[in-house]
């Protein structure tokens, strides 16, 4: 079995791995590099019998629809996840036009990749080529999924991966097959996450300091914006609470998908109690009122949290409480530096307190290496971080077990 890297293997961002075995090619995840520049993986030079998506997220799946330009392979991943990858790719589309006037594929591509889709629920082993292959629950968002791919050997790849329970997905352990490979990704390599209730509270005290003021909450559309609003529904935050841009749209698309959040009908109550902004005026009013604000863009490099944080920035009733990772030369990045907000038409001094709070939906550094610890495979490759030949090194030193980190262009035998 061998596997090809053809992206995301020293960086978060465009994930694409090829593996190649018994005449059988595969594709795990063909993702985009967001930030700051686009990045795409490199091409697949070979006939591909299918492509897994282990979720939505532009890091794993971005540059799926890429390849149906080219060919047409099946592709497998949760009914979750298609749907909020639809969502993320359509926008994706738009927004390459709107900033650039082109993007690499068009409507058309996406349509012909949702021809292909094959559905798989967790835990039922499928048939791709001459592998069998098998969705574990990941627990990163609704719908992710680690994958298990069995042929001349068994691998395991994590996708983006959580061991523990949140307020909108449930962890229950899960007992994976015998591996010879684990590929792990490495995200919270070198951070460990606080403890998740006391920051849940630390954040509710904090938005009832600004009780009648306005609070924005910037997330990510997809998980951690509804994460957000049970967390707040949950600690008796029930009123005056609006979610505003794309995190509505996937919402609704996360409640319907209702088997895989832990509990949907808490989800229905939260979503009856949020207002969705809909217009122009009614963020206004907002602004005037106050309110407690739930918006895209996570890291502050779009969508209506610039209008909102442009009428407030010299506000002392207003906060700004970030939940999110904050990709190096992002706006929100530099806003958490600097005070200053920066893009390409903007500059301007936020004059509000800022707080940044953990949300995480990655396994931090105990958790990995309790992880493969717990798999014990006989290899393991780290990918999907900013420091994965340290981490390999300290997994070989601590758990005794083979690591590389390969880098993009490289091949492994397994
Ligand atoms: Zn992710």
């Not at 963020?283 to 779009?302: A, Y």
């Not at 909102?308 to 506000?315: A, E, M, Q």
């Not at 495979?377 to 420091?387: A, L, R």
């Amino acid at each position: 079995m061998i596997i090809e890297f053809l992206g995301g293997c020293r960086q978060i961002g465009r994930e694409a791995f090829l593996v190649k075995d018994k005449k059988t090619n595969v594709l795990l995840e063909y993702g985009v590099e967001l930030q700051p520049n686009i990045q795409i993986p490199l091409l697949p030079t070979v006939k591909l019998d299918g492509i897994f998506v282990t979720h939505a997220h532009l890091d794993h799946s971005g540059m799926v629809p890429l390849i149906y330009k080219i060919q047409n392979p099946n592709l497998y991943t949760t009914p979750a996840t298609l749907d909020l990858m639809n969502l993320l790719l359509e926008d994706y589309i738009k927004v390459a036009k709107l900033t650039r006037g082109f993007g690499e594929y068009t409507k058309h591509d996406l349509i012909k990749m949702n021809k292909y889709f094959r559905p798989h629920p967790y835990n039922q082993k499928f048939r791709v080529g001459n592998l069998h292959a098998e969705f574990f629950d990941a627990s990163h968002i609704p719908g992710s999924a680690s994958v298990f791919l069995d042929g001349s050997k068994k691998i395991l790849y994590t996708g983006d991966i959580n061991t523990v329970e949140t307020n909108l997905l449930s962890y229950k352990e899960i007992n994976y097959p015998r591996v010879d490979c684990l590929i792990t990704e490495s995200t919270y390599s070198e951070r460990e996450h606080p403890d998740r209730k006391l920051e849940e509270k630390r954040l509710i005290k904090k938005v009832l300091e600004y009780e009648h003021g306005t609070v924005l909450l910037p997330t990510f559309a997809v998980g951690r914006a509804q994460e957000i609003l049970m967390t707040l529904y949950t600690n008796g935050i029930k009123e005056n609470i609006y979610l505003d841009g794309m995190a509505q749209k996937a919402a609704d698309l996360i409640l319907y998908h209702k088997n895989y959040v832990k509990d949907a009908l808490t989800l229905k109550k939260v979503l009856k109690h949020v207002n969705f902004v809909r217009t122009r005026k009614q963020r206004d009013r907002i602004v005037r009122e106050g309110g407690i604000v739930v918006t895209t863009s996570g890291m502050l490099n779009g969508g209506p949290i610039l209008h909102y944080l442009k009428k407030v920035r010299d506000n002392k009733n207003a906060c700004l409480f970030i939940t999110g990772f904050q990709a190096p030369g992002t706006p929100g990045e530099k806003l958490l530096r600097t005070g200053y907000f920066e893009n390409d038409e903007n500059k301007f001094k936020v004059n509000l307190e800022i707080q940044k709070f953990d949300f995480s939906g990655h396994a931090g550094r105990k958790e990995l290496f309790d992880l493969i610890e717990k798999i014990s495979p006989k290899k393991v490759i780290c990918v999907h971080g900013d420091h994965t030949p340290k981490f390999a090194k300290e997994i070989e030193k601590k758990l005794n077990i083979e690591s590389l980190a390969p880098d993009v262009g490289d091949s492994v035998e397994v």
